[in-house]
């Protein structure tokens, strides 16, 4: 089966600009979920999507948003860039109720 | 409210040695608990996970963690490293029940296998 996909893997990014990362959930997974790891940090929830629904948001501002498609594929916009946003930004997708399996995110930085 | 301390944010060992890797986690409802490992420019990686029934659990690569409900842990272990097990390892938690499979994570242990 096919795992979690994300792109692009490496993005940079100037402060001001917006910016969209893309996710493809795991075969047979309906609920995809959003994390933002700092270096040399834990990942941190940003939200998750479940039938194309947010239905739950961590700590972060509006400015961060997101998309569930369909097909349970998914996109984080964040707007308005600043550069405590660089970071490695997870995706992880699971049944309901079931551990989440991971991609292996997107760097993004931003200058 | 959940949270979860890694008291170690590093641990050096010798190959072959035994590891303990600690994880305190704090709730006040039941949860569910995940070990994670990130190798370097990867994601993350599941390692084992504790539901329910029987407090010991083990992964196919020789770890095992065990859920002490009243000391609010669950150390990971494994008898004999090898370099290879040299990576990021995360100590999450889950609500039990909750509307969402958010997770909780540690801050992460380096665990350095040296040769």
């Known amino acids: 089966e096919t795992g979690v996909t994300q792109s692009p893997t490496h993005l940079i990014k100037t402060r001001g600009q917006q910016v969209t990362l893309r996710c493809s959930s795991q075969s047979g997974h309906n609920t995809v979920s959003w994390y933002q790891q700092a270096l040399g940090q834990g990942p941190q929830f940003i939200f998750q999507?479940?039938?194309?629904?947010?239905?739950g948001r961590g700590n972060f501002p509006p400015r961060f948003s997101g998309l569930q498609f369909p097909n349970y594929s998914s996109e984080l916009n964040v707007n308005a860039l600043e550069l405590d946003d660089s970071a490695l930004y997870l995706c992880?997708?699971?049944?309901?109720?079931?551990?989440?399996?991971f991609g292996n995110g997107t760097r993004l930085t931003v200058t | 409210a959940q949270s979860v301390t890694q008291l170690d944010s590093q641990v050096p060992v010798f190959e072959e040695a035994p590891v303990e890797l600690r994880c305190n986690y704090s709730?006040?409802?039941?949860?569910?608990l995940f070990w994670y490992v990130q190798y370097p420019n990867q994601g993350l990686q599941l390692l084992l996970k504790y539901l329910s029934g029987s407090t010991l659990v083990e992964s196919i690569n020789g770890f095992e963690a065990e859920f002490n409900k009243s000391q609010t842990s669950f150390h990971l272990r494994k008898p004999s490293v090898h370099i290879s097990d040299t990576a990021e390892y995360f100590c999450?938690?889950?609500?039990?029940?909750?509307?969402?499979?958010?997770?909780?994570f540690g801050t992460g242990t380096l665990l350095a296998v040296q040769p």
């Open positions: 709730s006040s409802v039941s949860v569910y």
């Open positions: 999507y479940y039938r194309e629904e947010e239905n």
């Open positions: 999450a938690v889950r609500q039990q029940g909750g509307a969402t499979n958010k997770l909780i």
């Open positions: 992880a997708s699971s049944r309901q109720d079931s551990p989440l399996h």
